[in-house]
């Protein structure tokens, strides 16, 4: 192979904003506390299957050491409805905020997930001045279906949990038929299913329990620290003239 010619520079690039990947940053002290999870579900139905399946995530995680908090959407408004002061509004932003770790449990309806399900998450801000708040949260996707098992809606939510800069973990639950998979008292019944929910509860924990204390680190870009200088050098110069 011929060797190139061109120079071992990066002329599109400003070098000074890299940073070469640390070992030790990825291994920062490690927090005490328990790992904080968010559960957020899709139905504000009496019977609701994915509430049910919000509250069994919510025993496993509990039973693995986390502090949970389920919120309930009923209540809260359609996105621009009303003002962010709204307080279902405010208790689903500072719960957010409150989070190392999040559990989305959607319904699938007409082959995605539910309004009720997008207006949760439409309600969680991608920036609150300089900070994101959803950024290096892990995330655990689910869903329940009526009929034949379908990823549709945890595919979506996958997709705005990368939109949001979340850390979403490999597993994931789909709960088919899910009439048939809950008793009268809303506790799932024993099988592959709900080995599955098992499955992603412990995995949640397990990345928050890893990346939380290094979250900061992991999701700082070259980009935005290239932004950030511009943005200061421009404001000097302004306040110069």
């Known amino acids: 192979m011929k060797e190139s010619v061109l120079p071992e520079t990066f002329p599109a690039a400003s070098p000074e904003y890299f940073r070469t990947p640390d070992p030790d940053a990825l291994c920062p002290a490690s927090s005490t506390h328990k790992p904080r999870i968010l559960i957020l579900y899709g139905s504000a139905r009496d019977v609701s299957y994915s509430r049910f399946l919000a509250h069994e995530a919510r025993r496993l995680l509990e039973h693995?050491?986390?502090?949970?908090?389920?919120?309930?959407?009923?209540?809260?408004p359609l996105p621009d409805e009303a003002p962010v002061s709204h307080p279902k509004v405010q208790e689903l932003r500072e719960l957010s905020q409150w989070s190392e770790g999040q559990v989305w449990v959607s319904p699938e309806r007409h082959g995605a997930m539910t309004g009720i399900m997008k207006a949760q998450i439409d309600w969680i801000p991608l920036a609150l001045g300089s900070i994101?708040?959803?950024?290096?949260?892990?995330?655990?996707?689910?869903?329940?279906?009526?009929?034949?098992?379908?990823?549709?809606?945890?595919?979506q939510m996958r997709?705005?949990?990368?939109?949001?800069?979340?850390?979403?973990?490999?597993?994931?639950?789909?709960?088919?038929?899910?009439?048939?998979?809950?008793d009268a008292d809303g506790r799932m019944k024993a099988s592959s299913y709900y080995?599955?929910?098992?499955?992603?509860?412990?995995?949640?924990?397990?990345?928050?329990?890893?990346?939380?204390?290094?979250?900061?680190?992991?999701?700082?870009?070259?980009?935005?620290?290239?932004?950030?200088?511009?943005?200061?050098?421009?404001?000097?110069?302004?306040?110069?003239?």
Do not use: H
Request: hydrophobic letters at 35%; glycine letters at 6%.
């Open 195 to 241: 080995d599955r929910v098992v499955d992603v509860c412990e995995e949640l924990v397990k990345f928050t329990l890893l990346t939380r204390d290094a979250s900061a680190y992991l999701t700082d870009r070259y980009s935005e620290r290239k932004e950030d200088a511009e943005k200061l050098e421009n404001r000097v110069k302004l306040k110069s003239v």
């Open 159 to 182: 997709i705005l949990g990368r939109w949001m800069r979340m850390i979403t973990i490999p597993n994931q639950s789909s709960v088919a038929k899910a009439y048939q998979e809950f």
């Open 132 to 155: 994101r708040p959803t950024q290096g949260k892990t995330l655990a996707v689910m869903e329940v279906s009526g009929g034949s098992q379908s990823f549709n809606a945890v595919n």
């Open 64 to 76: 693995f050491g986390c502090e949970v908090r389920v919120y309930d959407p009923r209540g809260l």
